[in-house]
């Protein structure tokens, strides 16, 4: 059995999956179209100093709803995250001048850093 941790509206839940061998009957699925080639993440650091906006959950980066290095406050959207077919606006956590460090088009995990702010 593998075990996976699941947050749900930041509550984290310990849920198992049972593995089956290959040769047991399991539903058809349809195969999954080839992933095309995601541009990589920017390789920056991240400044010393400013807030670090980290990502909630695994997902894409679907678009930036501000520009690099615009003035930014708290609780405004800054970008949008796609996860499970659903658009998610992710929200700047203190005023400040943005810094992105990652791209859109860029598949992120949880706790992935996405900007700076300061």
């Known amino acids: 059995m593998r075990k996976f941790i699941v947050t749900i509206d ?8 049972e593995e089956v061998a290959a040769d047991a009957a399991a539903p058809a ?12 993440a920017p390789a920056t650091d ?17 678009q930036f709803l501000v520009e690099e290095g615009a003035s930014v406050k708290k609780n405004q959207p800054v970008l949008v995250l796609e996860a ?11 005023d400040g001048k943005i ?19 300061g």
């Open 29 to 40: 699925m349809p195969a999954a179209a080839p992933a095309a080639a995601r541009p990589a």
């Open 46 to 62: 991240a400044p010393a100093n400013g807030e670090k906006l980290l990502s909630p959950f695994p997902g894409l980066i679907k």
């Open 10 to 17: 930041g509550k984290n839940y310990e849920v198992g999956v």
């Open 84 to 94: 499970m077919k659903m658009d998610n606006d992710i929200t700047s956590p203190c």
């Open 99 to 117: 810094s992105f460090k990652t791209a859109v088009g860029s598949n992120v995990e949880t706790n992935t850093l996405l900007a700076v702010i």
